[in-house]
């Protein structure tokens, strides 16, 4: 198959912004709770805010922005970690006519620069001193921007108190003018392949990938009939997270915001805030794994751990091929070995959600179809899906009820999928952007060519089976696709990451990071004596685990393809170094040059 459509399940906005939807809501439902607010105290209960209040907020953030000059067209950055101030001052960015450009917390002076520089930037909100400093030093002189405030200085309230000048009717004027294809947000691509280019996405583009969502897939995120409620902790300036805030609100979903992403502090957030649904990325969901994993080998329980494991992907899989009309579902044995790790294991497992998640969203990146079976089989359905910047987040997704796991779904309602000739994935559809801002057209007959290569199963589900730019060419002529092997190392309890290099070498190779967590438990289980542990790249013992581990992985692929050797980094790729992006993809290109005195030496061996 090369090419699959699936017809909308809405029709596409015809007037206003996505601002109306908060005035709607506060109208029709002025009492039901729309965002949630942290504990004042640890273990004390949520706070609410009611869409009345909601639009209140809004309307009061507006009329001061407005008061500081911001108007129509305007950009305004908002850096800051996930917390509620972000989204109140989006919609009340909208409801003026501005232009959201949202700037990752943890972004350069040079990242910030070239925003700031190549969007126009007429002002900035910023979480905290350190951010205000980054944006002062990236300005292209003193006074450039009309307005830089600081969350954490109280500047929401300093901004509420100067909107006492500017009439509700004044605002209400403004966010009539807002039209479907006027812009919202000027958010920035990752930059895995080069410089960061600012993608134009409408209101029309937003409403449309939320209001699809809602009408296909909102069934799925309430429990026992209570309200709809997701705890969001991705970056809000990743479409994808400012996708998860848009469709809250318009689906009058309860929405809570986490700023941290570590273990540490977003598990206890979900025990506490107990979400009905969940959208992650496959990283939160390895970990999750990972560490259930661990407490079960620490605790004696490993091989009961692995039976269960085996349990449910097995389960989960018989019940996807009765979906898929080629088997008949579990069996009484299936069925009765199911059963008897419910308690004992899947239980837990949903624990660490809240307890009550039983369906989530994974995007970003593909997951690994094993890992989906195993947490539907112990009765979370994670939902993988595919999508970029350029299509508003989602472009594709796994129809409910038939989850092909190991595939990215079908196309989302309104949009087509078509396998180029190359192989190379185009689609379009309501979701795709208006474009690149000051670039070069990137839609040809409506059609855009994501960079990232694939193919369509039979019934139309989407496979990614790679990037295009991420090709690797040995000097012998050999083409490699870097990501089969990287994934099937990452599946190794002690492998953090990898990268799979060669490009005009005579063989592949590869850098691994270690899980230190996963070290250290590796270790105590092989009762490793008191003596300081060696550094990674120097334990013999984890040299050859790490070895067997490469072997395995070059099974899957031929003699000139195989890793042939491999270093042990002394720490993993992170966001703050700028060797990931937010929704942890490696930059293939950064890591490269960071390690490059390492990679030249696996070759001078």
């Not at 469709?247 to 929405?255: A, D, K, P, S």
Request: hydrophobic share 45%.
């Amino acid at each position: 198959m090369r090419e699959v459509s699936v017809a909308r399940l809405v029709a596409p906005q015809v007037s206003g912004g996505l601002a109306d939807s908060v005035h709607q809501a506060a109208e029709t439902h002025p009492d039901r709770p729309q965002l949630a607010l942290e504990p004042v105290e640890a273990g004390g209960p949520w706070r609410t805010v009611t869409a009345g209040r909601f639009r209140d907020e809004v309307l009061a953030l507006a009329r001061g922005l407005r008061a500081e000059g911001v108007g129509p067209g305007d950009r305004v950055v908002l850096m800051s970690r996930t917390r509620p101030e972000w989204t109140l001052l989006a919609y009340a960015l909208w409801s003026l006519g501005a232009e959201l450009v949202p700037v990752y917390p943890t972004s350069s002076i040079e990242q910030v620069r070239w925003v700031l520089a190549d969007a126009g930037v007429r002002a900035a909100v910023v979480e905290h001193s350190g951010q205000a400093m980054t944006v002062a030093a990236a300005c292209a002189a003193p006074g450039t921007l009309l307005g830089l405030w600081q969350l954490d200085l109280g500047c929401a309230d300093e901004l509420v108190e100067r909107g006492a000048e500017v009439t509700e009717d004044e605002v209400r004027r403004l966010r009539a003018a807002v039209r479907p294809e006027s812009t919202a947000v000027i958010c920035y691509t990752s930059g895995t392949t080069g410089t960061a280019k600012g993608c134009v996405i409408s209101h029309g583009n937003l409403a449309a990938e939320c209001d699809t969502l809602i009408a296909g897939w909102g069934h799925l995120l309430a429990t026992d009939g209570a309200q709809p409620s997701v705890l969001a902790f991705l970056p809000l300036a990743h479409c994808y997270c400012l996708m998860v805030a848009v469709t809250c609100v318009r689906g009058g979903y309860l929405l809570a915001h986490q700023p941290e992403m570590a273990p540490a502090l977003l598990l206890p957030a979900l025990a506490s805030f107990r979400p009905t649904f969940l959208f992650a990325v496959p990283y939160v969901f390895e970990r999750i794994f990972d560490e259930a994993c661990r407490e079960a080998e620490a605790a004696g329980q490993g091989a009961l751990f692995e039976k269960a494991r085996a349990a449910a992907v097995a389960h989960a899989q018989a019940r996807e091929e009765r979906a898929a009309g080629t088997g008949h579902g579990p069996g009484p044995v299936a069925r009765l070995r199911h059963s008897v790790y419910e308690r004992a294991v899947y239980s837990r497992v949903r624990a660490v959600f809240g307890g009550r998640v039983r369906a989530a969203v994974s995007g970003g990146s593909p997951l690994r179809r094993e890992l989906g079976l195993f947490f539907a089989g112990a009765g979370v359905t994670v939902y993988d899906g595919y999508g970029l910047t350029e299509t508003t987040a989602a472009v594709t997704a796994q129809p409910p009820g038939r989850v092909r796991f190991g595939t990215v779904g079908r196309p989302l309602p309104g949009s087509t999928v078509r396998i180029a000739d190359d192989g190379e994935v185009w689609v379009r559809g309501d979701t795709v952007f208006q474009g690149y801002l000051h670039g070069p057209p990137a839609l040809a007959g409506g059609w855009l060519a994501t960079g990232d290569t694939g193919r369509l199963d039979p019934d139309g589900y989407l496979v990614i089976t790679g990037r295009k730019k991420d090709i690797i060419i040995t000097s012998g002529g050999k083409s490699v696709s870097p990501q089969l092997l990287e994934e099937r190392l990452r599946r190794h309890p002690l492998i953090a990451q990898c990268l799979v290099v060669g490009d005009d070498r005579p063989y592949v190779a590869a850098l691994l990071t270690v899980d230190p967590e996963a070290l250290a438990h590796w270790r105590r289980l092989r009762g490793a004596s008191g003596r300081a542990p060696a550094a990674p790249a120097d334990d013999a013992e984890l040299r050859a685990q790490l070895q067997r581990a490469v072997n395995q992985a070059n099974t899957l692929v031929s003699r000139a393809e195989s890793i042939r050797a491999f270093e042990v980094l002394p720490v993993d790729f992170t966001l703050q170094e700028g060797l990931m992006t937010p929704s942890f993809k490696l930059r293939r290109s950064a890591v490269a040059h960071a390690y490059a005195d390492v990679i030249e030496a696996l070759y001078a061996r």
